[in-house]
């Protein structure tokens, strides 16, 4: 089986701090990781390829050339080999213009079986990336994959999140998964791997070496910019209630009334 998965280097958010003069974001010192979801994505790749040696796992991300650390990341936990899509024609893309050449760069590697991402990426956090990519595939998806059930090398039987329950669903291959955090629990790259891993391929792609037009791709292909960006501002001071239980909740009902919350 041949397993492609896409993963995106993001700002350590949790991490990100508010400079209180000027109210803009500190990005300074912070550092880049693997997207969380994506952790996900390649750690499901990765053991549906424990034990099978004729799978391969290919880790495919667009990005700066710094984004090959993920790759390398990605690597020395056993992905096979990875493929960069770096070029100054890539950036600025909006959600369409990503999906654009990722999905480009699967059409010309054009032999999968599956491909996974994250549900989401901390920073831009649209969670439309994955879909996308396979809707320009043409292949089927399930986004929200919370549980892998089987896969018999014909479909996959996956069990797709809810907000109030579960649904199972079998998809025919190739298709597209995109999973959430409760999929499983990402392993950590080994002594041996992190040494392996120099050793493994990363090709490099730019907008040449896709079938990808220069309408399709980057900034000015992009249907969306971003206007302003801002930060919100901070919440409130909270407010200490007083009173017996009873005198405490009329007041909080009071209070969220007058917020027209309630
Ligand atoms: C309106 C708008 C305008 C934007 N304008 C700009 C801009 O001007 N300049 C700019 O730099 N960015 C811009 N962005 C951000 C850029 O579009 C996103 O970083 C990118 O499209 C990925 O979207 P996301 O972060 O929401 O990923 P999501 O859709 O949340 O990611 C879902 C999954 O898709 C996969 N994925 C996402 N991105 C990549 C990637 N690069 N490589 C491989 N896999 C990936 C991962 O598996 C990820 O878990 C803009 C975004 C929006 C919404």
């Not at 949790?14 to 997207?35: F, H, Q």
């Not at 880790?59 to 050339?65: K, N």
């Not at 491909?115 to 649209?126: K, L, N, V």
């Not at 969670?127 to 320009?136: L, S, T």
Request: hydrophobic share 40%; glycine share 8%; proline share 6%.
């Amino acid at each position: 089986m041949k397993i492609l998965v896409c993963v995106k280097q993001v700002p350590n958010t949790n991490e990100v701090k508010i400079n209180p003069k000027t109210g803009t974001l500190i990005r300074d010192g912070v550092e880049s990781i693997l997207n969380p979801d994506d952790d996900n994505a390649l750690e499901a790749a990765l053991q549906m390829k424990d034990g099978n040696t004729d799978t391969t796992v290919t880790v495919i991300t667009m990005g700066p050339p710094q984004a090959k650390e993920v790759l390398v990341e990605c690597m020395a936990k056993g992905a096979d080999d990875s493929v960069l899509l770096s070029s100054r024609a890539f950036g600025g893309a909006d959600t369409w213009a990503t999906s654009n050449t990722i999905a480009g760069a699967i059409k010309r590697i054009a032999d999968y079986d599956i491909i996974f991402a994250g549900r989401q990426a901390i920073d831009g956090d649209t969670a439309q990336v994955g879909p996308q990519i396979a809707e320009k595939l043409g292949i089927p998806q399930v986004t929200y994959v919370e549980r892998i059930i089987s896969c018999n090398g014909k479909e996959v039987t996956v069990r797709r999140q809810l907000e109030d329950g579960y649904e199972v669903i079998q998809v025919p291959m190739p298709c597209l998964l995109t999973v959430v955090k409760e999929l499983n629990k990402p392993r950590y790259m080994s002594v041996k791997g992190i040494y392996e891993a120099y050793e493994k391929d990363i090709t490099v792609w730019n907008e040449n070496d896709i079938p990808v037009r220069a309408d399709e791709i980057g900034i000015n292909a992009s249907p969306t910019k971003v206007f302003r960006s801002f930060t919100p501002d901070p919440k409130g001071k909270g407010i200490m209630i007083e009173g017996t239980p009873k005198e405490a909740a009329a007041k909080v009902i009071g209070e969220l009334k007058k917020k027209h919350v309630l």
